[in-house]
């Protein structure tokens, strides 16, 4: 959460064409750090799905929406989108603005 309380997430699915899945992975670490030097950004995970083939889960989180929108928009993450195209065969974009957190007792511990 922000210093205000809030957080805005975005939760994006890439399905991954088979075969691509070493390659995605590095192009998206060689690119992460667009998304993570902004500064809004809060961060952001790379997740491989467990139940389902060549499919991955980005989250990232904002400081608020307005700000994500900007970078969205920006020619940088147009950029970043393009480089990870080759790569995907379908995927879709899922926003949330944050309402409730509780701590999990191992809060404040890495993962």
């Known amino acids: ?3 205000n309380g809030t957080l805005f997430r975005v939760l994006l699915r890439f399905e991954i064409n088979p075969g691509m899945e070493d390659d995605f992975e590095r192009t998206w670490l060689s690119i992460g750090n667009v998304i993570t030097g902004h500064p809004a950004n809060l961060g952001q995970w790379l997740m491989r799905g ?3 083939e060549s ?3 980005v989250i990232s989180d904002w400081a ?3 700000r994500f929108r900007e970078f ?3 020619d940088a993450h147009v950029e970043h989108r393009t480089k ?3 790569y995907r065969r379908g ?3 899922h926003i949330m ?3 409730h957190f509780l701590p999990g007792a191992s809060a404040g511990t890495a993962p």
Request: glycine residues 8%; proline residues 4%.
């Open 1 to 3: 959460m922000t210093e």
């Open 64 to 66: 608020d929406e307005k």
């Open 72 to 74: 969205e928009h920006s």
């Open 55 to 57: 499919v991955y889960y």
């Open 50 to 52: 467990a139940d389902e």
């Open 84 to 86: 990870l195209h080759p």
């Open 91 to 93: 995927g879709s974009m």
């Open 97 to 99: 603005s944050g309402v």
